[in-house]
């Protein structure tokens, strides 16, 4: 519930977009919700060009909004978007998530009142559909993983990227991990500009969508903050649906995103001689072999099946670049 004296420090609501329509419902809502704590509406165009500034405007109503040329992956454009922000929290969601109401005020007072944490994760769920419900496996170091799952009368479906029940609401206490296994992910994430790790990028850019691994980035993000002392929080009372139900054909490419991304974000640590990084790694690697239903009995097997079709630049579900 949010306190009854809202924060006075307004924060900047970031969105690199790949020119999917959810983008302009989502401004719409945000619009017609939080306008009192949105300093600015950053949207990063990352579609080369192509995105209807007239319509984003347009669904930002009276909120100042700027719209900045993506050069690059996700990850530049997030980093192009905390660079270019006038306020210290910047609030980022993707443009395939929608804001339910109250999410930015929530956000907002949860950073407010927790000056000491550089990232706050808030809820996210499924679009809802009709007899849907979350899928949810523990895996050993690591914590809980969730997804929706859904069968129509056209297929199964499957949305990933979701918030597992188990999280415990607020700063998390436990081990360095990835956070999303305690906390969340970045299609609803709030990150503060002066807590944040010196020297390197925020989001490192070959990871995340458009790049090799096409995804990752906030796996390696919410890691490094962790090992390096940050806090980081599972903020359930911001919450965004994700209208990303996919495909049993998608859904898998969508899998093998995951698999390489994880392994390169952990990986990056393991390789710098980071001895917990390649425990988790290892415990990440075994769940997923006795866990995924393929039969990949041996790990080259698992590598194989996670790094031999992908096209670099793309995420396997849209068959474009999600730059």
């Given at each position: 519930m949010t306190t009854s004296v809202l924060p006075n420090s307004p924060l900047t609501v970031a969105v690199c977009s790949i020119g999917r329509?959810?983008?302009?419902?989502?401004?719409?809502?945000i619009a017609a919700d939080d306008t009192s704590l949105v300093a600015e509406l950053i949207v990063v165009d990352n579609t080369g060009g192509s995105l209807d500034r007239t319509a984003v405007a347009d669904a930002a109503g009276s909120l100042p909004v700027r719209v900045l040329n993506g050069v690059g992956p996700a990850s530049v454009g997030r980093n192009l978007a905390l660079?270019?922000?006038?306020?210290?929290?910047?609030?980022?969601?993707d443009d395939d998530c929608l804001p339910e109401p109250g999410w930015v005020t929530e956000m907002a007072t949860y950073m407010s009142d927790e000056p000491e944490v550089a990232a706050g994760f808030g809820r996210v769920e499924p679009v809802p559909l009709p007899n849907w419900r979350l899928g949810t496996e523990v895996v050993p170091l690591l914590g809980?993983?969730?997804?929706?799952?859904?069968?129509?009368?056209?297929?199964?479906?499957?949305?990933?990227?979701?918030?597992?029940?188990?999280?415990?609401?607020g700063v998390?206490?436990?081990?360095?991990?990835?956070?999303v296994s305690v906390v969340g992910s970045s299609n609803?994430?709030?990150?503060r500009r002066s807590l944040l790790l010196p020297d390197r990028p925020v989001f490192l850019p070959h990871l995340g969508p458009g790049t090799g691994p096409a995804s990752g980035e906030d796996t390696e993000l919410g890691y490094a903050l962790m090992r390096e002392g940050r806090k980081v929080a599972h903020v359930p009372?911001?919450?965004?649906?994700?209208?990303?139900w996919l495909s049993t054909d998608r859904a898998e490419q969508k899998q093998k995103c995951y698999?390489?991304?994880?392994?390169?974000?952990?990986?990056?640590?393991?390789?710098?001689?980071?001895?917990?990084?390649?425990?988790?790694?290892?415990?990440?690697?075994?769940?997923?072999?006795?866990?995924?239903?393929?039969?990949?009995?041996?790990?080259g097997d698992i590598f194989a099946w996670g790094y031999g079709s992908l096209t670099d630049g793309t995420d396997g579900t849209e068959g474009t670049p999600t730059r």
């Open positions: 329509t959810d983008l302009f419902r989502a401004l719409s809502l660079s270019e922000a006038r306020t210290d929290v910047v609030l980022f969601f809980e993983n969730a997804w929706g799952e859904a069968e129509t009368p056209d297929g199964d479906l499957w949305c990933p990227a979701v918030s597992a029940p188990g999280w415990q609401p998390y206490t436990g081990p360095p991990t990835i956070p609803n994430l709030a990150l009372q911001a919450k965004m649906v994700h209208n990303s698999l390489r991304g994880n392994v390169e974000a952990l990986g990056y640590h393991a390789l710098r001689g980071d001895d917990h990084a390649a425990r988790l790694l290892g415990a990440y690697l075994g769940q997923f072999r006795v866990g995924n239903g393929r039969g990949l009995d041996e790990f």
